[in-house]
Protein backbone atom coordinates (compact mmCIF):
# COMPACT_ATOMS: atom_id res chain seq x y z
CA UNK A 1 0.00 0.00 0.00
CA UNK A 2 2.46 2.52 0.87
CA UNK A 3 4.58 1.84 -2.39
CA UNK A 4 1.36 2.68 -4.31
CA UNK A 5 1.14 5.80 -2.17
CA UNK A 6 4.60 6.26 -3.36
CA UNK A 7 3.96 6.04 -7.15
CA UNK A 8 1.00 8.20 -7.16
CA UNK A 9 2.23 11.02 -5.18
CA UNK A 10 5.29 11.06 -6.86
CA UNK A 11 3.42 10.68 -10.24
CA UNK A 12 1.47 13.86 -9.30
CA UNK A 13 4.80 16.00 -8.44
CA UNK A 14 6.32 14.56 -11.86
CA UNK A 15 3.16 15.44 -13.69
CA UNK A 16 2.45 19.08 -12.62
CA UNK A 17 5.81 20.78 -11.71
CA UNK A 18 6.80 22.92 -13.92
CA UNK A 19 9.07 25.47 -13.69
CA UNK A 20 12.10 23.18 -12.55
CA UNK A 21 13.03 22.12 -9.37
CA UNK A 22 11.13 25.55 -7.34
CA UNK A 23 8.27 25.06 -9.05
CA UNK A 24 8.08 21.53 -7.72
CA UNK A 25 8.92 22.39 -4.23
CA UNK A 26 5.15 23.51 -3.49
CA UNK A 27 4.00 20.35 -5.32
CA UNK A 28 6.39 17.69 -2.93
CA UNK A 29 5.27 19.79 -0.02
CA UNK A 30 1.72 18.98 -0.41
CA UNK A 31 2.04 15.46 -1.36
CA UNK A 32 4.60 15.07 1.54
CA UNK A 33 2.27 16.79 3.71
CA UNK A 34 -0.61 15.19 3.06
CA UNK A 35 0.79 11.70 3.29
CA UNK A 36 2.30 12.72 6.60
CA UNK A 37 5.58 11.77 5.28
CA UNK A 38 7.68 14.83 6.18
CA UNK A 39 7.18 17.40 8.37
CA UNK A 40 8.19 21.05 7.35
CA UNK A 41 11.50 20.71 8.97
CA UNK A 42 12.64 17.61 7.80
CA UNK A 43 11.48 18.87 4.49
CA UNK A 44 13.57 22.17 5.13
CA UNK A 45 16.25 19.50 5.86
CA UNK A 46 15.68 17.80 2.73
CA UNK A 47 15.46 20.73 0.16
CA UNK A 48 19.20 21.95 2.21
CA UNK A 49 20.36 18.39 1.42
CA UNK A 50 19.31 18.30 -2.30
CA UNK A 51 20.75 21.42 -2.64
CA UNK A 52 24.16 20.48 -1.63
CA UNK A 53 24.31 17.22 -3.55
CA UNK A 54 24.44 16.56 -7.22
CA UNK A 55 21.52 15.56 -9.49
CA UNK A 56 18.13 16.92 -9.61
CA UNK A 57 15.90 18.26 -6.10
CA UNK A 58 13.08 16.24 -7.31
CA UNK A 59 14.87 13.35 -8.15
CA UNK A 60 16.85 13.34 -4.39
CA UNK A 61 13.55 14.38 -2.72
CA UNK A 62 11.55 11.05 -4.15
CA UNK A 63 14.43 8.74 -3.46
CA UNK A 64 14.95 10.23 0.19
CA UNK A 65 11.05 9.93 1.02
CA UNK A 66 10.98 6.86 -0.14
CA UNK A 67 14.12 5.45 1.32
CA UNK A 68 12.39 6.56 4.56
CA UNK A 69 9.27 5.25 4.22
CA UNK A 70 10.20 1.73 2.67
CA UNK A 71 13.46 1.24 1.89
CA UNK A 72 15.44 0.75 -1.23
CA UNK A 73 12.30 -0.34 -3.35
CA UNK A 74 10.45 2.58 -1.75
CA UNK A 75 13.16 4.59 -3.06
CA UNK A 76 12.99 3.03 -6.82
CA UNK A 77 9.29 3.21 -6.53
CA UNK A 78 9.29 7.45 -5.83
CA UNK A 79 12.04 7.89 -7.99
CA UNK A 80 10.66 6.39 -11.29
CA UNK A 81 7.50 7.65 -10.18
CA UNK A 82 8.65 11.96 -10.47
CA UNK A 83 10.76 10.61 -13.58
CA UNK A 84 8.54 9.11 -16.01
CA UNK A 85 5.92 11.85 -16.68
CA UNK A 86 9.35 13.73 -18.21
CA UNK A 87 10.64 10.98 -20.02
CA UNK A 88 7.18 9.99 -21.54
CA UNK A 89 6.00 13.81 -22.31
CA UNK A 90 9.56 14.49 -23.83
CA UNK A 91 9.13 10.50 -26.10
CA UNK A 92 5.58 11.76 -26.89
CA UNK A 93 6.89 15.56 -28.10
CA UNK A 94 9.76 14.07 -30.29
CA UNK A 95 8.66 11.27 -31.97
CA UNK A 96 4.53 11.44 -32.43
CA UNK A 97 3.58 15.23 -31.64
CA UNK A 98 6.19 17.08 -33.32
CA UNK A 99 4.47 20.03 -33.22
CA UNK A 100 2.79 19.50 -30.04
CA UNK A 101 4.54 23.07 -28.07
CA UNK A 102 3.38 25.28 -31.13
CA UNK A 103 0.25 24.31 -30.92
CA UNK A 104 -2.31 27.69 -29.80
CA UNK A 105 -3.65 26.18 -27.64
CA UNK A 106 -1.29 24.52 -25.85
CA UNK A 107 0.80 27.74 -25.93
CA UNK A 108 -2.34 29.25 -24.34
CA UNK A 109 -2.56 27.24 -21.86
CA UNK A 110 1.64 27.28 -20.95
CA UNK A 111 1.26 31.47 -20.82
CA UNK A 112 -1.35 30.53 -18.14
CA UNK A 113 0.41 28.20 -16.31
CA UNK A 114 3.31 30.04 -16.12
CA UNK A 115 2.26 33.03 -13.90
CA UNK A 116 0.39 30.93 -11.92
CA UNK A 117 3.17 28.82 -10.96
CA UNK A 118 5.57 31.97 -9.80
CA UNK A 119 2.13 32.69 -7.87
CA UNK A 120 2.32 28.81 -5.78
CA UNK A 121 6.05 29.41 -5.49
CA UNK A 122 6.31 32.75 -4.04
CA UNK A 123 3.10 31.54 -1.83
CA UNK A 124 5.32 28.65 -0.41
CA UNK A 125 8.55 30.37 -0.05
CA UNK A 126 6.74 33.34 1.86
CA UNK A 127 4.76 31.14 4.29
CA UNK A 128 8.14 29.24 4.97
CA UNK A 129 9.95 32.42 6.16
CA UNK A 130 7.02 33.80 8.10
CA UNK A 131 6.56 30.00 9.89
CA UNK A 132 10.00 30.85 10.95
CA UNK A 133 9.44 33.97 12.47
CA UNK A 134 6.28 33.89 13.75
CA UNK A 135 5.19 31.40 16.31
CA UNK A 136 1.32 29.94 16.04
CA UNK A 137 1.06 28.93 19.40
CA UNK A 138 -1.69 29.96 21.76
CA UNK A 139 -0.76 33.27 20.54
CA UNK A 140 1.09 34.74 18.10
CA UNK A 141 4.76 35.17 19.14
CA UNK A 142 7.54 36.58 17.27
CA UNK A 143 10.82 34.80 17.00
CA UNK A 144 13.43 37.58 17.24
CA UNK A 145 16.17 35.00 16.93
CA UNK A 146 14.43 33.87 13.83
CA UNK A 147 13.78 37.30 12.51
CA UNK A 148 17.29 38.54 12.76
CA UNK A 149 18.64 35.86 11.39
CA UNK A 150 16.33 36.15 8.29
CA UNK A 151 17.43 39.54 7.76
CA UNK A 152 20.95 38.98 8.11
CA UNK A 153 20.68 36.54 5.43
CA UNK A 154 19.09 38.51 2.81
CA UNK A 155 21.08 41.38 3.58
CA UNK A 156 24.32 39.14 3.09
CA UNK A 157 22.47 38.03 -0.37
CA UNK A 158 21.79 41.80 -1.27
CA UNK A 159 25.46 42.63 -0.32
CA UNK A 160 27.08 39.81 -2.33
CA UNK A 161 24.92 40.83 -5.74
CA UNK A 162 26.32 44.58 -5.50
CA UNK A 163 29.83 43.44 -5.26
CA UNK A 164 30.41 40.48 -7.17
CA UNK A 165 27.54 41.37 -9.45
CA UNK A 166 26.28 38.05 -9.06
CA UNK A 167 24.34 35.81 -7.29
CA UNK A 168 25.57 33.90 -4.51
CA UNK A 169 25.45 30.28 -5.02
CA UNK A 170 22.28 28.83 -2.81
CA UNK A 171 25.04 25.94 -1.53
CA UNK A 172 27.22 29.12 0.39
CA UNK A 173 23.97 30.40 1.48
CA UNK A 174 23.22 26.98 3.46
CA UNK A 175 26.37 26.91 4.86
CA UNK A 176 26.53 30.24 6.15
CA UNK A 177 22.82 29.93 7.57
CA UNK A 178 24.15 26.65 9.34
CA UNK A 179 26.93 28.44 10.92
CA UNK A 180 24.44 30.96 12.02
CA UNK A 181 21.99 28.52 13.53
CA UNK A 182 24.86 26.90 15.63
CA UNK A 183 25.91 30.45 16.91
CA UNK A 184 22.45 31.54 17.42
CA UNK A 185 20.55 28.91 18.85
CA UNK B 1 33.49 3.51 -26.78
CA UNK B 2 30.45 2.34 -28.09
CA UNK B 3 27.36 4.52 -28.15
CA UNK B 4 25.26 3.00 -25.50
CA UNK B 5 27.87 2.69 -22.67
CA UNK B 6 29.16 6.17 -23.76
CA UNK B 7 25.55 8.18 -23.24
CA UNK B 8 25.42 6.31 -19.61
CA UNK B 9 28.74 7.43 -18.80
CA UNK B 10 28.28 10.66 -19.93
CA UNK B 11 24.79 11.21 -17.98
CA UNK B 12 26.13 9.61 -14.97
CA UNK B 13 28.63 12.67 -14.90
CA UNK B 14 26.57 15.17 -15.55
CA UNK B 15 24.29 13.51 -12.82
CA UNK B 16 27.41 13.55 -10.18
CA UNK B 17 28.61 16.86 -11.04
CA UNK B 18 25.26 19.29 -11.28
CA UNK B 19 24.75 20.73 -8.01
CA UNK B 20 21.57 22.30 -7.52
CA UNK B 21 19.21 20.99 -10.62
CA UNK B 22 16.92 22.68 -13.33
CA UNK B 23 18.38 25.15 -15.74
CA UNK B 24 21.92 24.98 -13.40
CA UNK B 25 22.79 22.06 -15.62
CA UNK B 26 22.04 23.41 -18.83
CA UNK B 27 25.45 24.78 -19.68
CA UNK B 28 27.10 21.34 -18.33
CA UNK B 29 25.01 19.57 -20.89
CA UNK B 30 25.86 22.14 -23.87
CA UNK B 31 29.13 21.31 -23.05
CA UNK B 32 29.58 17.46 -23.00
CA UNK B 33 26.77 17.04 -25.54
CA UNK B 34 26.81 19.72 -28.47
CA UNK B 35 30.83 20.48 -27.88
CA UNK B 36 32.74 17.49 -26.99
CA UNK B 37 30.95 14.54 -28.26
CA UNK B 38 28.62 16.54 -30.89
CA UNK B 39 25.70 14.55 -30.41
CA UNK B 40 23.49 16.91 -30.84
CA UNK B 41 23.72 21.33 -32.28
CA UNK B 42 23.31 24.42 -30.70
CA UNK B 43 19.82 24.86 -32.36
CA UNK B 44 18.50 21.34 -31.06
CA UNK B 45 20.15 22.46 -27.61
CA UNK B 46 17.76 25.06 -27.62
CA UNK B 47 14.89 23.13 -28.58
CA UNK B 48 15.73 21.07 -25.43
CA UNK B 49 15.59 24.05 -23.39
CA UNK B 50 12.07 25.15 -24.71
CA UNK B 51 10.61 21.65 -24.15
CA UNK B 52 12.19 21.46 -20.75
CA UNK B 53 10.64 24.82 -19.55
CA UNK B 54 7.02 24.08 -21.15
CA UNK B 55 6.89 20.07 -19.83
CA UNK B 56 6.63 18.76 -16.22
CA UNK B 57 9.33 17.29 -13.94
CA UNK B 58 12.67 17.33 -13.72
CA UNK B 59 14.79 20.06 -16.34
CA UNK B 60 18.01 16.95 -16.29
CA UNK B 61 15.57 14.25 -17.44
CA UNK B 62 13.90 16.38 -20.21
CA UNK B 63 17.61 16.71 -21.33
CA UNK B 64 18.65 12.79 -20.99
CA UNK B 65 15.79 11.69 -22.76
CA UNK B 66 16.04 13.98 -25.89
CA UNK B 67 19.91 13.31 -26.09
CA UNK B 68 19.08 9.82 -25.74
CA UNK B 69 16.19 9.59 -28.04
CA UNK B 70 18.21 11.50 -30.50
CA UNK B 71 21.13 9.19 -30.74
CA UNK B 72 19.54 5.92 -29.99
CA UNK B 73 15.71 5.87 -29.65
CA UNK B 74 13.68 4.54 -26.59
CA UNK B 75 16.23 2.37 -25.64
CA UNK B 76 18.62 5.20 -25.60
CA UNK B 77 16.55 7.87 -24.11
CA UNK B 78 16.52 4.89 -21.17
CA UNK B 79 19.91 4.23 -20.23
CA UNK B 80 20.62 8.35 -20.49
CA UNK B 81 17.55 8.86 -18.17
CA UNK B 82 18.98 6.16 -15.59
CA UNK B 83 22.83 7.35 -16.21
CA UNK B 84 21.56 10.88 -15.12
CA UNK B 85 19.18 9.75 -12.19
CA UNK B 86 21.58 7.11 -10.39
CA UNK B 87 24.42 9.13 -8.72
CA UNK B 88 21.92 11.26 -6.73
CA UNK B 89 19.58 7.83 -6.05
CA UNK B 90 23.07 6.27 -4.79
CA UNK B 91 23.69 9.52 -2.39
CA UNK B 92 20.64 10.09 -1.15
CA UNK B 93 20.10 6.57 -0.35
CA UNK B 94 23.09 6.50 1.75
CA UNK B 95 22.24 9.88 3.48
CA UNK B 96 18.88 8.40 4.54
CA UNK B 97 20.10 5.87 6.33
CA UNK B 98 22.45 8.22 8.48
CA UNK B 99 20.54 11.23 8.89
CA UNK B 100 18.24 10.78 11.37
CA UNK B 101 21.01 9.85 13.89
CA UNK B 102 23.10 12.74 13.04
CA UNK B 103 19.90 15.12 13.47
CA UNK B 104 19.88 13.91 16.53
CA UNK B 105 22.67 15.76 17.67
CA UNK B 106 22.55 19.05 19.32
CA UNK B 107 24.39 21.18 16.81
CA UNK B 108 23.71 19.54 13.85
CA UNK B 109 20.02 20.24 14.83
CA UNK B 110 20.99 23.65 15.31
CA UNK B 111 22.74 24.15 12.01
CA UNK B 112 20.01 22.67 10.39
CA UNK B 113 17.82 25.74 12.33
CA UNK B 114 19.98 28.16 10.54
CA UNK B 115 19.42 26.30 6.97
CA UNK B 116 16.08 26.09 7.30
CA UNK B 117 15.84 30.04 7.30
CA UNK B 118 17.74 30.34 4.45
CA UNK B 119 15.49 27.63 2.29
CA UNK B 120 12.53 29.64 2.86
CA UNK B 121 14.37 32.33 1.73
CA UNK B 122 15.67 30.75 -1.33
CA UNK B 123 12.54 29.61 -2.53
CA UNK B 124 11.03 33.53 -1.78
CA UNK B 125 13.96 34.56 -4.36
CA UNK B 126 13.83 31.97 -6.90
CA UNK B 127 9.92 33.15 -7.41
CA UNK B 128 11.09 36.77 -7.34
CA UNK B 129 13.75 35.94 -10.15
CA UNK B 130 11.00 34.07 -12.16
CA UNK B 131 8.79 37.06 -11.45
CA UNK B 132 11.21 39.31 -13.29
CA UNK B 133 11.69 37.31 -16.08
CA UNK B 134 7.89 36.87 -16.76
CA UNK B 135 6.06 38.06 -19.44
CA UNK B 136 4.28 41.27 -18.04
CA UNK B 137 0.69 40.91 -19.61
CA UNK B 138 -2.55 42.09 -17.28
CA UNK B 139 -3.67 38.62 -17.57
CA UNK B 140 -0.64 37.03 -16.72
CA UNK B 141 0.37 39.31 -13.64
CA UNK B 142 -3.54 38.58 -12.20
CA UNK B 143 -3.07 34.87 -12.63
CA UNK B 144 0.35 35.27 -10.52
CA UNK B 145 -1.62 37.44 -8.04
CA UNK B 146 -4.71 35.22 -7.75
CA UNK B 147 -2.22 32.10 -7.03
CA UNK B 148 -0.02 34.13 -4.36
CA UNK B 149 -3.25 35.30 -2.40
CA UNK B 150 -4.87 31.66 -2.74
CA UNK B 151 -2.40 29.72 -1.82
CA UNK B 152 -1.23 31.88 1.25
CA UNK B 153 -4.63 31.67 2.59
CA UNK B 154 -4.67 27.97 1.50
CA UNK B 155 -1.31 27.87 4.03
CA UNK B 156 -2.31 30.19 6.74
CA UNK B 157 -5.49 28.88 7.48
CA UNK B 158 -4.62 25.01 6.47
CA UNK B 159 -7.43 24.81 4.48
CA UNK B 160 -7.74 21.70 2.26
CA UNK B 161 -6.74 22.64 -1.84
CA UNK B 162 -3.77 21.31 -3.08
CA UNK B 163 -1.73 23.23 -5.76
CA UNK B 164 -2.51 20.49 -8.45
CA UNK B 165 -6.48 21.90 -8.45
CA UNK B 166 -5.15 25.68 -8.82
CA UNK B 167 -2.52 24.56 -11.97
CA UNK B 168 -5.73 22.52 -13.25
CA UNK B 169 -8.14 25.21 -12.87
CA UNK B 170 -5.59 27.72 -13.84
CA UNK B 171 -4.88 25.40 -17.67
CA UNK B 172 -9.11 25.33 -18.21
CA UNK B 173 -9.42 28.65 -17.42
CA UNK B 174 -6.35 29.92 -19.84
CA UNK B 175 -8.32 27.63 -22.47
CA UNK B 176 -11.69 29.10 -21.94
CA UNK B 177 -10.28 32.64 -21.92
CA UNK B 178 -8.19 31.63 -25.27
CA UNK B 179 -11.23 30.26 -27.09
CA UNK B 180 -13.80 33.14 -26.30
CA UNK B 181 -10.83 35.89 -27.34
CA UNK B 182 -9.99 33.89 -30.27
CA UNK B 183 -14.11 33.66 -31.41
CA UNK B 184 -14.40 37.45 -30.74
CA UNK B 185 -11.57 37.59 -33.40
CA UNK B 186 -9.23 39.92 -31.08
CA UNK B 187 -5.87 39.58 -31.44
CA UNK B 188 -3.57 38.61 -28.68
Avoid at chain 1, 61 to 85: D, E, H, N, R
Avoid at chain 1, 95 to 124: Q, S
Avoid at chain 1, 132 to 146: G, H, R
Avoid at chain 2, 95 to 100: E, G, M, P
Wanted: proline fraction near 3%; charge should be positive; glycine fraction near 8%.
Amino acid sequence: MILLDLLIGFLRVGLFSFGGAYGAIPLIRDVVLEYGWLTDEQLSTMIAISESTPGPIMVNIATYVGSSQAGILGAAVATLAVITPAFVIVLLIMNILKNALKNEYVKAVLDGLKPCIIGIVLATGSYMVLENIVKKTESIVLDWKSLILSVVIVAIMIVYKMLTKKKISPILLIVIGAVCGVIVF
Amino acid sequence: MPLLPDLFLTFFKIGLFTFGGGLAMIPFIENLCVEKKKWISHEEMMDITVIAESTPGPIAINCATYVGNKKAGILGALISTLGMVLPSFVIILVISTILDRYLEITWVAKAFMGIKIVVGILITNAGLTMLKKMKKKPLGIAFMLVSLVLMLAVNIFSINFSSVALIIITAILSLIIYAVRGRKGGAR
